[in-house]
């Protein structure tokens, strides 16, 4: 069974901290998805990493893709309250005949101002 | 603008209740998805239709049930709800060969 762990599972902190989530698997990925949900709202997709060691940027948001593909962090920087929701990566497996996908445990996380 | 929709966005059935909720999309997709999420969790893949064909999750009771009449529009049907089903029901989307999957804004059921 692919698992792909998030940490932390919370994160509670002030307007303008930088943080980092992390997302974590022993299985190699072919790509791997980021994904925001807000209170009793879908999940909102927010960028996609294919290639090994890719770094793509989304304003104060940075993701990066492991050397490996196993692994991928989100980085915010200047963290604001409009930030604050429910963060979960989701990855593709390699050598499966469809596009099903293995999500995160989600990391939770709170900006007060 | 292109998206999924899924209506309604509250329902509030009683035990045993039968119940459908609707899913509908203009993103053109050939693969739709059912999810059910509970408080804060992960999204769980109950089935997903690829074109026509129907893929059932191993571990989805047969409580729950699909159909997809047409491209755009897919149900979920669940036969008897009980307590435990209350929850946050994902419908999304995607291509053929892309990963990138597009949710709608989910239907909250309460069982009572």
């Known amino acids: 069974t692919q698992l792909l762990e998030q940490s932390p599972q919370f994160l509670s902190i002030q307007e303008g901290e930088n943080l980092t989530v992390y997302c974590n698997s022993s299985?190699?990925?072919?790509?791997l998805q980021w994904y925001r949900q807000e209170p009793g709202e879908g999940p909102v997709l927010l960028v996609t990493v294919v290639t090994g060691g890719e770094v793509k940027k989304l304003k104060r948001l940075t993701f990066q893709f492991g050397d490996a593909r196993k692994d991928s962090s989100l980085h915010i920087t200047a963290a604001q309250p409009g930030d604050t929701g429910l963060y979960l990566c989701a990855g593709a497996p390699l050598n499966t005949g469809f596009q099903k996908l293995v999500f995160g445990t989600g990391t939770r996380l709170l900006v007060s101002p | 603008d292109a998206m999924v929709i899924q209506n309604p966005r509250y329902q509030v059935t009683q035990f045993g209740k039968p119940v459908t909720l609707s899913c509908s999309q203009t993103?053109?997709?050939?693969?739709m998805y059912w999810y059910q999420q509970k408080s804060s969790q992960a999204p769980k893949l109950l089935f997903h239709y690829y074109d026509k064909d129907f893929n059932n999750e191993a571990d989805t009771p047969d409580n729950f049930q699909s159909r997809r009449p047409n491209t755009s529009f897919c149900f979920l049907d669940i036969r008897s709800p009980g307590l435990g089903d209350a929850a946050m029901y994902l419908c999304?989307?995607?291509?053929?060969?892309?990963?990138?999957?597009?949710f709608g804004p989910g239907t909250r059921l309460t069982v009572l």
């Open positions: 993103l053109n997709h050939n693969v």
């Open positions: 999304a989307t995607s291509g053929i060969g892309e990963n990138e999957q597009f």
């Open positions: 299985s190699v990925f072919s790509s």
